[in-house]
């Protein structure tokens, strides 16, 4: 990365970001069927986004948006000007699904798998998650700070402003407890905005797993123990729940997800990732905002999401493509499929240790495009309004409409489709959040 990340932005009232050869607004509801390829594009002239105390203003032809300040009786010397130098703004993307807090890594992994053991076999021998859990439980403070924070840096700088972030890495009362206390500092901190999910049910820890009715046993305590430890704190939103043959059943996450609901949080879930374990038909069933992975759905499990969205109450489809790609799967999602049906799709990073270290959401959508056959703008919807949408947000960030909070990427590409299209580049060249500009890429 060759920017730094600038924690409390550059201040001012107001930002004038002119001199942009595109834009893609987003504006509007949530992108299902057709309209996922809808960025609502704006092209071929002299284009500006006007930012006011933190959000949108105006965005469209320069001499429309100079007039609407002006209109709107705003001091025009108090909007400081941003040059986009012929770049393309999109809205700050939004990164709906990440275990961003961890210690170590597990490249080692690799090797394993690839002389033919699965990644539930890895986990199975206590490995896999099992080997993050024992390295966060025995992290400082400071050393899962600073590896939030080193990452953070390195979403922002691929245009990420916005993150969900869950725990899942503790297991415990004590770890989840501090998992999410330390995303909300680092949410408090800047520059990227976090949104907190507890996931004590990412896998049965070592305590439990090896005596019998140990995930049941291990189920009863998330319920009894550490839901109403989280919830009584206020330091969640979500919870969330690794629904998978051979991790938890639909029914013991069933059981997880209702008493979180009870407890006041909304909803999401690791779905049918490595096989159809009715994951999606239970995301459906409890109303999630968001059914994630979904690499293998049954079809009855699409048909139940395709009904969420045509009842008006979408369960977002967030597909993690980057996962299946690591973890050599050679089968995807079935994108095309879910659009379709009229299901909305969000792309997330997944970012975590095991399966996805990755913190670029362009990247992501690259493989969105090549593997999962999505045009770019339907990634595009997928990792802004769609994601904003599964995360509860969508009247709040994910386009840049008037009113919203300004959360801006200029690329240094002129058009759209070339954000995928450069695989793997350093394309974010300047990032606006909350009408700041928090990042700027040195020349
Ligand atoms: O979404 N599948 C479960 N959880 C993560 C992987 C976590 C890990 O392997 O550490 C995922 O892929
Ligand atoms: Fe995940």
């Known amino acids: 990365m060759s920017g730094e990340p600038r924690p409390n932005g550059t201040a001012g009232r107001g930002l004038l970001v002119e001199g942009a050869s595109g834009i893609a607004t987003m504006a509007g509801p949530i992108r299902r069927g057709g309209a996922q390829g809808n960025a609502d594009l704006i092209s071929g002239g002299a284009l500006?986004?006007?930012?006011?105390?933190?959000?949108?203003?105006?965005?469209?032809?320069?001499?429309?948006?100079?007039?609407?300040?002006?209109?709107?009786?705003?001091?025009?010397?108090?909007?400081?000007?941003?040059?986009?130098?012929?770049?393309?703004?999109?809205?700050?993307?939004?990164?709906?699904?990440?275990?961003?807090?961890?210690?170590?890594?597990?490249?080692?992994?690799?090797?394993?798998?690839?002389?033919?053991?699965?990644?539930?076999?890895?986990?199975?021998?206590?490995?896999?998650?099992?080997?993050?859990?024992?390295?966060?439980?025995?992290?400082?403070?400071?050393?899962?700070?600073?590896?939030?924070?080193?990452?953070?840096?390195?979403?922002?700088?691929?245009?990420?402003?916005?993150?969900?972030?869950?725990?899942?890495?503790?297991?415990?009362?004590?770890?989840?407890?501090?998992?999410?206390?330390?995303?909300?500092?680092?949410?408090?901190?800047?520059?990227?905005?976090?949104i907190p999910t507890f996931l004590g049910a990412h896998a049965v820890p070592a305590e439990y797993r090896d005596r019998p009715g140990g995930t049941d046993e291990y189920v009863a305590h998330v319920v009894r123990d550490q839901l109403p430890a989280v919830a009584r704190q206020g330091i969640a939103l979500f919870c969330d729940v690794f629904c998978e043959q051979g991790v938890f059943s639909a029914d013991q996450s069933r059981r997880i997800l209702h008493a979180a609901a009870d407890h006041g949080l909304a909803l999401r879930i690791h779905a049918d990732e490595l096989a159809p374990s009715g994951g999606a038909e239970l995301a459906a069933e409890l109303g999630c905002l968001s059914a994630d992975h979904l690499a293998a759905p049954s079809e009855a499990g699409i048909e139940a999401l395709a009904r969420t969205a045509q009842a008006g109450h979408p369960v977002v489809a967030t597909l993690l493509p980057a996962t299946s790609w690591f973890l050599g799967k050679h089968h995807f999602a079935p994108a095309r499929r879910f659009i379709d049906a009229g299901v909305p799709v969000a792309l997330a990073t997944d970012l975590n240790p095991g399966t996805s270290p990755t913190l670029s959401l362009p990247l992501v959508m690259s493989i969105g495009c090549v593997e999962l056959g999505l045009t770019p703008a339907e990634a595009l919807s997928a990792v802004t309004i769609n994601a904003a949408h599964a995360l509860g947000l969508g009247a709040e960030i994910g386009s840049i409409e008037p009113g919203k909070q300004a959360d801006l990427v200029v690329w240094g590409v002129p058009t759209l489709e070339q954000i995928p299209y450069w695989l793997g580049a350093d394309l974010a060249r300047t990032i606006v959040r909350r009408g700041r500009v928090v990042f700027e890429r040195r020349a």
Request: proline share 2%.
């Open 48 to 194: 500006a986004v006007a930012c006011w105390e933190g959000r949108i203003l105006a965005v469209g032809w320069s001499d429309e948006v100079h007039r609407q300040i002006v209109a709107e009786g705003l001091p025009l010397d108090e909007f400081r000007r941003l040059d986009a130098h012929g770049g393309f703004i999109t809205p700050g993307l939004v990164d709906a699904h990440t275990h961003l807090l961890f210690a170590g890594t597990r490249e080692g992994e690799w090797q394993v798998r690839a002389r033919g053991a699965g990644y539930l076999d890895v986990l199975a021998t206590g490995g896999g998650i099992l080997s993050t859990v024992a390295a966060t439980r025995a992290a400082s403070d400071e050393e899962l700070l600073a590896g939030g924070r080193a990452r953070l840096a390195q979403m922002l700088a691929n245009g990420t402003t916005t993150a969900e972030a869950k725990s899942g890495y503790g297991l415990d009362v004590a770890t989840e407890i501090r998992l999410l206390d330390l995303i909300g500092r680092l949410d408090r901190e800047g520059p990227v905005g976090l």
